[in-house]
């Protein structure tokens, strides 16, 4: 399914022996990240100057002497690392994995520190009409009033943020909520967790179809709603004082 993604720094830049970097690209892409390539060094350091990538994954054993991480990190993108974990946690990264874990775990973790992490993306701010999460500050509003989200949610929220109004599958969200732990198949805490946030977005005013299933597919945002908080506010105040009208025949 093709996804609309938020802006370019999307892009994970992926250094490692070229057989491992298109499998892992294809992992990437399949996850709505933008794959870019770099099979030595040299295109590591040139790419990661030109490309406005989020993330940077960087297999040891194309360079076991790579002394140029740091300067990654500090390049404000996140950085992780495939390799032996003891002799690679020293280093100051982002993150460590062991060389040969499947593409997928890959992607997951990088997911995650994506949004945990105050760089690359998680620096961006998302906004969905009167709808802004701020993934830094780990905040979410609505008409400029506070969400409470659990991490899970947000990160639910942000996937179908990012997603502009474009479906976003039951998969991808499991893989969006629980990085670490997501279990194929496991609908009813996806469920939950979706019926929870519709909740606390309609007790801010919005419609339940805000939100919207489709059924065996997965899930939207319609149209973001218009107004203002005052709006909303006096919509409410109007419903408490409207008459009630009696349904028993005069």
Excluded: N
């Excluded at 989020?54 to 300067?71: I, S």
């Amino acid at each position: 399914m093709p996804g609309v993604r938020y802006d370019s720094c999307d892009a994970v830049l992926i250094a490692a022996p070229e057989r491992r970097a298109i499998e892992l690209a294809s992992a990437f892409a399949r996850a709505r990240f933008v794959p870019v390539l770099a099979f030595d060094t040299t295109q590591l350091l040139a790419s990661v100057g030109s490309v406005p990538c989020g993330a940077v994954v960087v297999d040891d054993a194309l360079d076991p002497g790579v002394a140029t991480l740091d300067d990654l990190v500090a390049a404000d993108v996140v950085v992780l690392l495939l390799g032996d974990p003891v002799v690679t946690a020293a280093r100051r990264v982002h993150g460590v994995l062991a060389r040969d874990v499947p593409a997928v775990q890959v992607v997951m973790r990088t997911q995650a520190m994506l949004e945990l992490t105050d760089v690359g993306p998680a620096r961006q701010v998302l906004t969905w009409g009167p709808l802004r999460l701020d993934a830094a500050r780990k905040q979410a509003t609505l008409y400029g009033q506070p969400l409470e989200l659990s991490p899970p949610q947000r990160r639910i929220l942000r996937a179908l943020v990012k997603a502009q109004g474009g479906l976003v599958t039951k998969a991808e969200l499991q893989r969006a909520a629980y990085p670490y732990d997501a279990v194929p198949g496991d609908d009813e805490r996806l469920l939950q967790q979706v019926r929870r946030i519709r909740q606390k977005l309609c007790a801010h005013g919005v419609s339940p179809d805000f939100l919207r299933t489709e059924r065996g597919a997965g899930f939207r945002l319609t149209d973001p709603p218009g107004g203002t908080w005052d709006g909303v506010e006096r919509r409410r105040r109007e419903r408490r004082a409207a008459p009630v009208v009696s349904a028993v025949g005069s």
